[in-house]
């Protein structure tokens, strides 16, 4: 099967279509794969609809002494760029692989024309958008959060629910989990060694296991 309708059936935005108009947007869909570590994407790019199809992207900005603030991780089906499709201008985003990733880009002037041929999509990428701009509320609220154990268990549950199973892999460094939830990476250490000593979770390196998943969602309540 190949790239043949990857992209497409992998994104609300276009998974709805007709299959022939479904194989008409690919054919004018790049692919690319680029490795861990690398640039995606940053203020100097060009305006294109970024779609993750394997692998994970992260989305970050840079702070005015140069370190970097982690946003949001991009995973299988997810995209970034819509808004600068429609004019407006990147300063501050970044995007980069965090492992050996696969996208699919769609062209400023490629996309446009999609969106005069099949009117319906721009409700559809209000309605899309409207949940990602959700995602970021609850990300705002869960920095508020006192304690470092209760935003590591909100993350691990979050995960969890995501990937609808108890065994999943993280899809950050310790040192980039770190800055996602708000500590250093020797505290996040600490916490995730004292989850394990009370039996919530098994880790092997950056697999996860959640053993208690009641146990973990406490530390939220409490």
Do not use: W
Not at 33 to 57: H, Q, R
């Amino acid at each position: 099967m190949g790239h043949e309708y990857l992209c497409v059936t992998l994104v609300p935005l276009f998974n709805h279509l007709e299959l022939d108009d479904q194989k008409k947007i690919n054919e004018i869909t790049e692919h690319i794969i680029v490795n861990k570590g690398e640039t995606i994407f940053s203020p100097y790019s060009d305006s294109k609809l970024i779609i993750v199809a394997k692998g994970n992207m992260k989305v970050y900005q840079l702070s005015p002494n140069g370190k970097e603030q982690l946003l949001r991780i991009v995973e299988p089906g997810g995209y970034e760029g819509e808004n600068q499709l429609f004019g407006a201008k990147n300063d501050v985003l970044f995007g980069e692989a965090l492992e050996k990733t696969e996208l699919c880009i769609l062209r400023q002037e490629n996309f446009q024309d999609i969106l005069l041929k099949h009117p319906q999509l721009s409700l559809k990428l209000l309605e899309i958008n409207a949940q990602k701009s959700i995602l970021v509320e609850q990300q705002t609220q869960f920095l508020m959060m006192k304690k470092v154990e209760e935003r590591l268990a909100t993350y691990l549950i979050n995960l969890s629910n995501s990937h609808k199973s108890c065994k999943f892999d993280l899809p950050l460094l310790m040192k980039e989990l770190a800055t996602f939830i708000g500590t250093t990476q020797e505290t996040l250490s600490r916490k995730f060694r004292l989850l394990e000593d009370d039996g919530l979770i098994i880790r092997n390196n950056r697999t996860i296991t959640i053993i208690d998943s009641d146990a973990l969602e406490d530390l939220i309540e409490c």
